[in-house]
């Protein structure tokens, strides 16, 4: 599979390395505003550089990975659906409905097939938890709870161009949630404070939130998160059910364990998502490199990201005006 | 301290143990509707079967452990307090707030130490959390995660009796989400669903629930309940801040772990409340005979059943209406 | 049962809390060569002090419990078992063979039950893997490894008088070691070095010590003693079998994790046997009380404190000739 | 670095791997007795198929990474040390000393980089340990312990051709001792028992075995070693010291955690060395190319293949003759 990359900044770096160590896949081309990142990286990988428009034009290309800044994710992903290639985008579409419906109705003209970077859902751990799930471990799953932090606040200025913590951050947690619950949630409430920087709070923000979840049948699910853990990115998921229940834990560089002063002492968590994910990015690929080859769909498609950003929309609403938004009237 | 306990029950049969392994105090007798019970109680432990009314007539005796049926609580304590003894009372006070008002009052007006059986207060791990808190262990606390699960429902008829999940159960997360937030609870959204028993449903309960607190500097906290917790008593919290983040953990018999199938594999948690708070329910007695020796406030008071029974209306309001409650709101 | 105890030092006071704690035992007086101690714990559980000699003409003296220093055992048991006395002797008998075998004559002839303070037996977490043993969790059980380290060690001029490391302190690991292999062992080997204190060499001892026992069947036993663990009492055991492992854990006093500066942290193990062993001094009350009711035999008898010995015999002589002992040879 | 492989067995396709995904490196041809299979791997990796004594011929080669069968492992390092070329050699170079020392001789006289695959000091966590040792986190090391046991025993008929356990599994440990106790080693005592098959024990072997290494400074190390644990591949190490310890731990596919029917219970360790040692492997080759650019000494080298050898012979010996072994009367 020959992919090309769009975007050649921190995260296009690493999903070029696990194209490379692929044995079915190509990095074809890279390309990205910034040509001397594009030349860097096309370096590294014994590759070329080419404009996202060559790379539209080149009909020996298979697919498009697009990891360019968001407000550019809708127009390459219609240009990559109406040329016929597959599509490995970064998560959001973008960051309003409206548009993201947009880029859904171009690639319901134009199928190819089409994965969100929804890196947590190729994670051992979370794929461990979700297996466990679906084969009965626990029962019946009746609450679900999302532990979700960042090991520091973003600069206020990303804040103002972020969309807001929900369709920032927790729009990974939804899209846990979503996965996990397994059926239609209802109602979204959400609570938050700026207690870390306010320089967030004067950007509009919050830096810390809680959100819980209602799905159809009962199920709840609690959100938490917080965008400074000065220990290290903490993602934990627990699922409780009629016959159990169900924990990941974070995860540290080894495992080697400390007595003496002042206790018994493990290593902190990985510090953050690309050490803590690095297997998740490398297994999104090998998922996208199948889906492609054997015509399924992917583990997350274009329809997944805008759910998660209707729950967004809805918690974004429910802070505002303190009170349970039904999710059926996001729209 | 020579104390009489009201009720030989369960609850009842702990505190006489905790008593009488206490190297200054005294069990001076025991009362309870049941004479039976109180008999084997009182011959069990060597002292005598007094009634309620010759207990408080009783100018030897020093004070009333009043573990009797919930609806006895407030009228017991009334009478107790105005025949100048120390009381050691069983959560709830009564289950309307009210009553509970009324209580306090009388209290006020006889001003005797008066401890109320917020047992957890007083286990080894929970007070070590507090006092790790206290000591700017964590920095700034920011927010609170309280799960906190039952081994199995109650019978259905008892839910009918019991006033709700958050007056019998929740009551006792409030009174931890308030110690260890350590501010006012300004806000209060709960959400419920009836997952594990219809008849609770039809009894006009919830079985399942969870409730976000905020606080006025903006601290959040998650409590998250079920009825029924097929591995045992679940009972842990999570307190994050800006300098790390304390956990408890749930405690078992022993630490001895198994390799082998399925796995590693260590024991279930402890079963139920006597089993998991055995320590705390002698450490209580022993700060009720501390305080009243010495003077002090016990660890919990009457005051404190008082604010956890409003958190316990809100959530319940909350649930009905839907939307977040201010606790201003609830008088 | 009323028990009377001769020694009112630190494991002397352990012994008279667990008795007034038992409901079916009575102190019903404590000696001690130093009249004070004695006084003082004998008001403290309301008991009266009497001379050795007057606890054994005491015809409503049920029991006796030899908590006096090391070389008054064997003759104290000797006259409680003539004087028709239940027994629980601290261990060691004796820190000689023959002292003990004496000993061993007189019990015989005098049929008493006679329980010996090796107070591990007793200990919840190695009764739970002895009875796991029992049970097959494992299958057969291949090999076993005690680790044994004290939290500071003894003065010199203790180390002189104790009989040396394998008599005073290995002792307890043998008699895990033959508890839970539960065959005879056949051979020993020793090594030893003194690294924390030079006194103790000086002494003529050890600080450091290995030893390696093989059993009948060829079951292999490995025990590694320290004399100081900065970190508290460290005691584990870890039986490995055809089906499986089973591992003991340290205790510590609460299971409260911090994570943050620097790692994920949990308190260090309880510090020394008074705490570690709490739990297993309370029960071994209970069994010895039990023993004498029901005419079984204890846990641990005065035999297990004769072949405890042989094995400390042939480690010494193991460590002194830099060969493996047969343990045929010790006599 | 331009790389020959000699081997494309098991463990030659997982070096094939590394040296693929090293940035450095080039896999320049593959060979092996048994053509089909070196074909294969050349194919896999987009190489060629060389001869043994091709590939020394081949000036444009830089190194050769031995992984064929033991016995031939000395010639051909012998060969490429004459040739010129770098060398990572599997371990043992050879089953007996006389033949190792032969190898060394020919390697000092021509010397060129040689690593030898002690992949074990190559894993993070073993890693990890020894830093911590090398920066005094535990003060003086006092004792050591390595648990070291494979999940199913090899056939009776390999057990033949192995050297005995002490060579062929016992190795690595002894390697691991000599390089975190740090300071000659004086003395060896071994026991060793036959009870996982009958069949071991005819072909002379032992399949369970307990070993004492002292050092001159009187630090003590006990080796556990099994040769079948039914739960995977069990691997730890505990660093005793004056100020502390340090314990690895086994690593399992995931870390996530099960509460319910029996207990909590987490995942098996990685069921043997290709999955434990995965990381080790792809180290071992980026510190084999360091090594060989910057000219310094590999982390393992033949000296240690000697070494560890003189202590397996050692063992034997004082497994056979019942009495410790001063490793000096070992040539």
Redesign the interface.
């Known amino acids: 599979m020959k992919i090309a990359l769009i975007g050649a900044g921190r995260i296009g770096k690493v999903h070029a390395l696990s194209i490379s ?1 692929h044995p079915d896949a190509i990095l074809s081309a890279v390309a990205d505003f910034h040509t001397p990142a594009a030349e860097a990286l096309a370096a590294e990988h014994g590759t070329r550089v080419l404009s996202a428009d060559a790379i539209f034009a080149d009909g020996d290309i298979d697919a498009v990975l697009i990891a360019s800044s968001t407000p550019t994710h809708a127009d390459y992903l219609e240009q990559a659906a109406r040329a016929g290639k597959a599509i490995l985008c970064e998560k959001p579409i973008a960051l309003d409905l409206a548009r993201t419906r947009d880029a859904l109705q171009v690639l319901e003209a134009n199928p190819v097939t089409c994965a969100l970077g929804f890196n947590r859902r190729h994670d ?2 979370f794929a ?2 979700k297996q ?1 799930l679906v084969e009965g ?4 799953l ?2 679900l ?1 999302i ?1 979700s ?1 960042d090991p520091s606040p973003p600069p206020a200025e990303y804040v103002g161009i972020s969309g807001g913590i929900f369709r920032d951050m927790t729009i990974h947690d939804f899209d846990m949630a979503r996965w996990l619950l397994d059926e239609p949630i209802t ?1 979204v ?1 959400a ?6 920087d306010p320089a967030i709070g004067e950007a509009g923000d919050v830096d ?3 959100v ?1 979840l ?1 799905t159809a ?4 699910c ?1 959100i ?1 998160n ?1 965008r ?4 290290g990115y ?1 993602q934990r998921i ?1 699922a ?1 059910g ?28 990985k510090w953050f998502f690309l050490e803590r994910y690095a297997e998740a990015y490398s297994r999104e690929i090998g998922d996208f490199v199948d889906a492609w080859k054997q015509g399924h769909t992917p583990l997350a498609g274009a329809i997944d990201g805008l759910e998660a950003l209707r729950l967004a929309e809805a918690a974004e609403r429910s802070l505002k005006e ?3 938004i039904a999710l059926d009237d996001i729209h």
Do not use: W
């Open positions: 160590q051992p751990q461990a938890l466990a471990r626990i029962g019946d009746e609450t709870t532990i932090r109602h409430h609570e938050g404070s700026c207690l870390i810390t939130a809680m819980t209602t049948s009962g199920r709840l609690h938490s917080s400074r853990a000065c220990y903490d627990e409780f009629s016959a159990g229940m169900l924990q990941t834990q974070n995860e540290s560089e080894t495992r080697l364990r400390f007595t003496g002063e002042p206790g018994q002492v493990e290593e902190k968590p303190g009170r349970r």
